[in-house]
């Protein structure tokens, strides 16, 4: 049975500039996480991000571009979560063959608009004026009546 040195610190990853490694306190630090952790690991800790973290990860460096870019596990944790939102549109993006990414893509700022517009964000808009500077986009008549029932529900 393996005891714990409390004396000893425990491994630590970070994120910063380095050579690539497990290490402990006083050792080279590691650049980063995903260079040391098997990619499955890495993907992981990545499932973590919110679909506009990921994103902004993907732009951190090469090797973590390709493993967000590659993992379609990733993009279809995010695309589950706007299907609850616009379960039409990503059902019919994925029977027409689209991958995680695509269906991703192409639905996302039509589940946040959707979204806001469920939640009431804009149920006392009264000008056009009042709209400036919000993310829009076009809906289907379905995803109307959807919003106006949730109108009227309230």
Known sequence: MMKHDLMRTPPVFFLCKGQSSLTSSG??????????????????????????????ASQ?????????????????????????????EVDGDRRDGLSWKVTLVKNYTRSCVKKDWLKGRYSHVTSAEQL????MTALDAEAWGDILQAELDR
């Open 60 to 88: 951190t460096c090469r090797l973590w571009r390709d493993i967000i870019q590659e993992s379609e596990q990733l993009w279809r944790t995010q695309c589950l979560l706007i299907r609850a939102v616009c379960q039409r």
């Open 132 to 135: 400036i500077g919000r993310r």
């Open 27 to 56: 050792d080279t630090l590691p650049q980063n996480f995903a260079e040391t952790l098997p990619t499955e690991m890495s993907v992981k800790i990545f499932e973590e991000l919110d679909t506009v973290s990921l994103c902004s």
